[in-house]
């Protein structure tokens, strides 16, 4: 590995440490706004700066230019299917929306769009944690994207699971994944890349950010989710 990935991705441990470590004490210290939305906003900022970074990473590796990455996001828009006017029973609300048409449409993107070339290729959902409920929603979200982006790369990045499986133990050389998680991949045509950073599973009285309960980001874990990531864009290299 090159020193300046490795210094990079050392660079994220230290931005995550900092941010865990000191957004209890931030919230603390915020009057304005409630504890828990302060740590929300902060998980959340943290996962996609981390998610982007790491893509950055890895697209340098690979020895690309810079210029030819971006993350500029734009809504995409579904567009509504006409066939679905022949469903509508009533006349009138058929009718309308017959009327209506070019003007009915769901504007949808994700945490990080990755764009190669200008061209959107990858989308990251970023969740400080996932259960299956939010698979759900993001492979329904995935489903709707790909009939606009039909070769979008599908990612799911998090710092923790709540998957159940061995999702948890991301250091494992295989994972198996869950038995409810795979059984929802099953009726989507997703291939959902779900990448874990941090180890053991998700608990909700046990939040990282309480120093009892924090968890270390190691660099071996941070390493291996930028090759899964070089994987996904090799093919625009």
Request: neutral net charge; charged residues 30%; aromatic residues 8%.
């Amino acid at each position: 590995m090159k020193n300046s990935t490795r210094k990079q991705l050392a660079a994220l441990i230290d931005a995550y440490n900092l941010l865990v470590k000191g957004i209890e004490q931030q919230a603390e210290d915020d009057e304005d706004r409630a504890t828990g939305g302060i740590i929300r906003a902060g998980k959340g900022a943290l996962v996609e700066s981390i998610a982007r970074n790491l893509i950055e990473t890895a697209w340098l590796g690979m020895e690309q230019p810079k210029e030819r990455l971006s993350f500029e996001k734009k809504v995409i828009l579904i567009q509504i299917k006409p066939e679905y006017i022949q469903k509508v029973k009533s006349p009138e609300v058929a009718k309308w929306i017959k009327d209506n048409i070019r003007d009915f449409h769901y504007g949808i993107k994700t945490d990080v769009h990755v764009n190669i070339d200008g061209k959107f290729v990858c989308g990251v959902e970023c969740k400080a944690y996932s259960e299956n409920a939010m698979i759900k929603r993001i492979l329904v979200d995935f489903t709707l994207l790909r009939q606009i982006v039909p070769d979008l790369a599908c990612v799911l990045f998090q710092l923790e699971s709540q998957l159940t499986g061995d999702y948890s133990k991301p250091n494992n050389p295989i994972i198996f994944g869950s038995k409810p998680t795979h059984t929802l991949l099953s009726h989507f045509d997703v291939d959902l890349n779900i990448i874990t950073i941090l180890e053991g599973e998700r608990k909700v009285k046990e939040p990282i950010h309480d120093p009892k309960f924090y968890k270390e980001l190691k660099f071996e874990l941070l390493e291996k989710a930028m090759l899964v990531f070089q994987k996904i864009l090799g093919k625009w290299a």
